[in-house]
C-alpha cells in the first residue's frame, strides 16, 4: 500500500459507515450497470435500467446470462436477466454447417439479381463464408463488393418470429425471395440475430427460397455470413412473473437493487471487491451476490431464490463445446464449467471472450442445491423441482444454485454464493505465459481462493463500504456531486479494463486492453488518460502500466528513441503491433507520468531506474516535439494532423516535467537546462498558437480551435509554464461552443472525448467554469441511448456513441481530486 492512500485511508474508515449513511453516494442512472467486474475477460453487466428487462452480457455485447428467481409461497418472480431464448435454425450459417453459395465479387450484377428468377449460372460457385483470413476454410475476399446467392428449400414455414442471424464487415443489404429484409451498416465482428420485422416472415415458402445479400467493404476488413433462425420462445415464462424493481443504485464497488416480489422485500448486491490499496483483494477472481429478504406485511414467508450462471461466460461463442460438473471442497458446493478444447492464450483480438479456464459458482449456505442443465431449462427445473445433472458435456448450460430460506420474517435474512473464473494463465509477455497475480502464492488453488473468500465475506463488504465512501467523499469535495457520480461510474471499469500479473523479473504488470478499439495491449496513450485514478489510490498500479514499455526499451527490443505505442495484441504482450508509431504523443506521456508519479511519492526513484530511458525520449521532444510534424495523437480517429498545438503542448510539459525530475534527483545543471528549454518553447507557442480570441487546433491558424487538454498537466504538476491568461482566454472560448452533451474535442467535428472534457475543466480555477463544462457530460452519461459500458467517444449534438466502450481510460474523470490532492500535497 502507497503511503499516502494508507494516511487518507485510514483518517475515513472509522467515519466511513455513517458517512454511507448520511450520503448520496450512488449513482442511480447508467449506460451499463456493472455486476462482476474483474479483468477484461471476467466482465458481465447489465445494459437496460431494470436489471431483469435483458439478458445480462458480457462487455462486448455478447450474452453472459446470469438468471434470478424467487419463489414466494409458490407464486415464481423473476429479478435477473431474462429467460433463454432458444433458436431453431431454419438456414444454417458456417458457424453451425458449411455450405456452397453462388457469388459475384466486385463487377455489379445485372438487375434483378435478388430475385428467385435471376440467372445465376454465369456467377462463381464456393465454399462460405466470404472474406479475408477470418473466412478460414471459405473463400477469399478482400475487395469493395461482393454479391451472394444462396437457394434452400423448407419443408414447413415457421411459426416463431423469424430472425436473421448474420456476420458482416462492413454493410450489408438482405433480400428473401426478392424482398429486402435487412440494412446492417459498419462492422459487427462476429454472429448476431437481428429481428426481422413481420413482413420477411411473409416473404418464406415451402420449397426453394432464395437469400441475397451484398456487401460492402468500406475499408479494412471484409467478410460476409448469414442464416435464418426461427425464435422458440419458453412457455415457462407464463408460469413467471417479473418481480417490481423499486431502486438501483451504484457505488465503486457494487451495485445494489431492490425488489418487491410479492409480500417480499428483496435486495441484491453484486460486491466486486477492487480495493486498489490491497493487490490481493483487488485481484481475487471472486464477486460476491448477496441476496437480503424480509416480510413486509408482518407475516412468515416460504421462499426459495435460485440463481443461474450461464456456461457462456467460458466460451468465446456460444457454438463451442463445454464440460461442466459439480463438486464439493473445503466446505463449499460447487459448480464448474469450461470449454472442452481449453484453447489456453490462443486467440488475440478485441471483440474476443475467454474461452479456456474455468468458471465456478461457490456455495456455503446449508441445504444449497446445485445442478446443471441446459440453458433454456433453467426456468422449468426451478418451477418443476427438477435434478439436473451433475456432470455434463455439450453447450449452453446454466449452473443453478437453489438456495432455501425458509420462513422469512420482518427480521432481514441474508445469504450469498460466490462467482469466480480460474483462467489459469492470463498474459503471454514476450513468448513467456504468465498466470494471474492471485496464483504467484505458492500452492494457490481457486478452491482454495473461494473458500477464503467465503470465509472473508464480512470483513471484505465492510472494507468494501469504507473504500466506496472515501472514493465518494474526496470526488464530492473536488468537483460537487455530479462529478463525483462520473468518478463513481469509472472506476470499476476502469479496473476491470486491465489485468494484473508478475513478469519474469519480478516486476508488477498492469495491463490495459484497448476495449473496443484496437485490442492492443498495455498501450501508452491508453494509460495516459486512465492515470489520474491510480495516481490517486495506488502509484504502483501506475508503474505496472508502464513497466513492460520501460523493460520493451531498455531490453533493446524497441530501439527506436522514442516510446513504443504498445507492447502487442491483448493477450499477448511480444512487441508493438500498432501499425504507426506515436512518437510525440508516447514519449511525451510517459515522462510526464513519471513526474506525476514522483509528485505524489515525493521522491523520484522511479524515474532514477529509467533515466537513460526518459533522456532518450526527452532529446526526441527537445528536437522534433515543438512544432510536431504529420504525426499521429491519441486522437487517431481524427487523423494525421501537422503543426497540432495541443501536441505541442505535451511535449512542452513533458521537457519542463523532465527538469522537474532532475532537479528532484540532485542534477541542477540539468533541471536548469531543461526548464528553460520548456519555458522558451511556452512562449513561442503562444504567439504561434495564437488566434485572438482562443488558441488553434494547429499553429498560424485563427480559424481552427482544440481542448487543449494536455495543458492541465502544467497546473497539476505547478509547473507554471503557461500564463493565466491563456488559461482564461481558452475556457470562455471552450464555455461559449459547448453543445447539448459536451464540449467538442476540436473544430474539425462535433464528437468529443468525455475524458479529455474533464481534463480541461480541471484547467479551471473557479468551480462554476468547472460544473459548466463537467454538466453535460453528466447529462451524456445519464441520457445516452448507447446502452452499453460507458463510450469515452460520443456525439455532442445527441449523446449517441461513436465509438469506444468499455474503457480503462475514464480512470481521467478524477484528474480535478488529482490536482487538489497534490496542491495540497506538495513534496
Not at 431494470?50 to 409461497?73: A, C, R
Request: hydrophobic share 35%; with cysteine.
Amino acid at each position: 500500500m502507497n503511503r499516502i492512500f494508507k494516511k487518507t485511508y485510514l483518517l475515513v474508515s472509522g467515519l466511513a459507515a455513517s458517512f454511507v449513511a448520511q450520503t448520496a453516494l450512488a449513482q442511480d442512472k447508467m449506460p451499463s450497470y456493472p455486476l462482476i467486474t474483474h479483468n477484461t475477460y471476467f466482465s458481465i453487466w447489465s445494459n437496460t435500467d431494470k436489471l431483469n428487462e435483458s439478458t445480462t452480457k458480457h462487455w462486448t455485447g455478447k450474452d453472459q446470462s446470469l438468471l434470478g428467481l424467487i419463489k414466494v409461497d409458490g407464486n415464481y418472480y423473476r429479478f435477473m436477466g431474462a429467460s433463454a431464448v432458444n433458436y431453431k435454425t431454419i438456414l444454417a450459417a458456417t458457424d453451425e454447417k458449411s455450405y456452397n453459395s453462388q457469388y459475384l465479387a466486385e463487377t455489379a450484377p445485372a438487375e434483378g439479381w435478388e430475385k428467385p428468377g435471376f440467372n445465376d449460372q454465369a456467377w462463381k460457385s464456393s465454399a462460405a463464408p466470404f472474406g479475408d483470413e477470418r473466412a478460414g476454410k471459405g473463400t477469399e475476399w478482400r475487395g469493395k463488393d461482393i454479391w451472394v446467392r444462396r437457394k434452400f428449400n423448407i419443408a414447413e414455414l415457421p411459426k416463431g418470429r423469424l430472425m436473421l442471424k448474420i456476420y458482416h464487415d462492413d454493410e450489408a443489404e438482405v433480400y428473401l425471395n426478392g424482398q429486402q429484409i435487412a440494412a446492417e451498416g459498419g462492422a459487427n465482428g462476429d454472429f448476431e440475430t437481428v429481428a426481422l420485422p413481420a413482413s420477411a416472415k411473409s416473404n418464406l415458402k415451402a420449397g426453394e427460397n432464395v437469400l441475397a445479400i451484398h456487401c460492402k467493404n468500406t475499408g479494412g476488413g471484409s467478410f460476409i455470413d448469414a442464416g435464418l433462425v426461427e425464435e422458440m420462445l419458453s412457455k415457462d415464462d407464463e408460469a413467471v412473473k417479473l418481480a417490481e424493481q423499486t431502486s438501483v443504485k451504484v457505488t465503486a464497488t457494487q451495485t445494489v437493487y431492490n425488489f418487491k416480489a410479492g409480500e417480499v422485500n428483496l435486495k441484491l448486491t453484486f460486491t466486486s471487491p477492487l480495493v486498489m490499496g490491497d493487490l490481493k483483494l483487488l485481484t481475487t477472481p471472486v464477486s460476491y451476490i448477496t441476496y437480503q429478504l424480509k416480510s413486509t406485511d408482518g407475516k412468515a414467508h416460504d421462499v426459495q431464490i435460485y440463481q443461474g450462471v450461464s456456461s457462456n461466460l467460458a466460451v468465446n461463442t456460444p457454438s463451442q463445446e463445454v464440460t461442466a460438473s459439480k463438486y464439493s471442497q473445503n466446505g463449499l458446493k460447487l459448480l464448474k464449467a469450461g470449454t472442452v478444447e481449453q484453447p489456453v492464450l490462443q486467440k488475440k483480438g478485441d471483440n474476443l471472450r475467454i474461452d479456456w479456464g474455468y468458471v465456478y459458482v461457490a456455495s456455503s449456505t446449508a441445504g444449497a442445491k446445485q445442478y446443471i442443465t441446459p440453458e433454456g431449462d433453467a426456468v422449468s427445473s426451478f418451477l418443476g423441482a427438477q435434478k439436473g445433472e451433475a456432470t455434463v458435456t455439450g453447450k449452453q448450460f446454466m449452473l443453478s444454485t437453489v438456495l432455501p430460506f425458509g420462513k422469512v420474517t420482518a427480521t432481514p435474512a441474508s445469504k450469498f454464493i460466490s462467482v469466480g473464473y480460474d483462467d489459469i494463465y492470463a498474459i503471454q509477455y514476450f513468448k513467456t505465459n504468465l498466470r494471474p497475480w492471485w496464483r504467484n502464492t505458492p500452492d494457490a488453488t481457486i478452491e482454495g481462493v473461494l473458500s477464503d473468500a467465503t470465509k472473508a465475506y464480512a470483513k471484505v463488504m465492510d472494507t468494501c463500504v469504507k473504500t466506496d465512501a472515501k472514493i465518494w467523499a474526496d470526488a464530492v469535495k473536488a468537483g460537487g456531486e455530479k462529478y463525483a457520480k462520473l468518478c463513481v461510474m469509472a472506476y470499476r471499469q476502469s479496473i476491470a479494463a486491465h489485468q494484473l500479473v508478475k513478469s519474469p523479473e519480478g516486476e508488477l504488470l498492469f495491463l490495459s486492453k484497448e476495449n473496443f478499439s484496437n485490442g492492443s495491449i498495455n498501450t501508452v496513450d491508453i494509460t495516459y488518460p486512465s492515470a489520474p485514478m491510480y495516481l490517486l489510490y495506488n502509484p504502483d498500479l501506475l508503474k505496472g502500466m508502464m513497466n513492460g514499455i520501460f523493460y520493451f526499451s531498455e531490453s533493446g527490443k524497441w530501439n527506436k528513441p522514442y516510446s513504443s505505442h504498445d507492447l502487442g495484441t491483448y493477450p499477448l504482450a511480444n512487441g508493438q503491433t500498432y501499425g504507426e508509431d506515436m512518437p510525440v504523443e508516447e514519449s511525451g506521456n510517459m515522462i510526464i507520468l513519471n513526474a506525476a508519479l514522483a509528485k505524489v511519492e515525493g521522491y523520484a526513484n522511479y524515474a532514477k531506474k529509467h533515466w537513460k530511458t526518459l533522456t532518450i525520449w526527452t532529446e526526441y521532444l527537445a528536437k522534433s516535439g515543438f512544432d510536431p510534424g504529420s504525426q499521429l495523437c491519441t486522437d487517431d480517429f481524427a487523423g494525421h494532423l501537422a503543426h497540432n498545438a495541443n501536441l505541442s503542448v505535451k511535449a512542452i510539459v513533458a521537457i519542463d516535467a523532465y527538469g522537474e525530475l532532475a532537479g528532484m534527483l540532485g542534477d541542477a545543471a540539468t533541471a536548469k537546462k531543461y526548464k528553460a528549454m520548456a519555458k522558451d518553447m511556452a512562449k513561442k507557442w503562444e504567439d504561434k498558437a495564437n488566434a485572438g480570441d482562443h488558441y488553434g487546433l494547429v499553429f498560424d491558424s485563427k480559424d481552427t480551435w482544440s481542448q487543449k487538454y494536455n495543458m492541465v498537466w502544467d497546473k497539476v504538476l505547478g509547473l507554471k509554464l503557461f500564463p493565466q491568461k491563456v488559461y482564461d482566454t481558452e475556457l470562455k472560448y471552450y464555455l461559449a461552443h459547448q453543445k447539448e452533451f459536451g464540449l467538442p474535442l476540436d473544430s474539425r467535428k462535433t464528437y468529443t472525448k468525455s475524458d479529455w472534457i474533464l481534463w480541461t475543466a480541471s484547467m479551471a480555477d473557479n468551480r462554476a467554469d468547472f460544473n459548466a463544462l463537467v454538466a453535460p457530460v453528466y447529462k451524456f452519461a445519464t441520457e445516452t441511448s448507447s446502452r452499453v459500458p460507458l463510450s469515452d467517444w460520443h456525439e455532442t449534438t445527441n449523446g449517441k456513441m461513436v465509438g469506444f466502450q468499455a474503457r480503462s481510460v475514464i480512470g481521467g474523470y478524477y484528474m480535478k481530486t488529482l490536482r487538489d490532492k497534490l496542491a495540497g500535497n506538495k513534496p
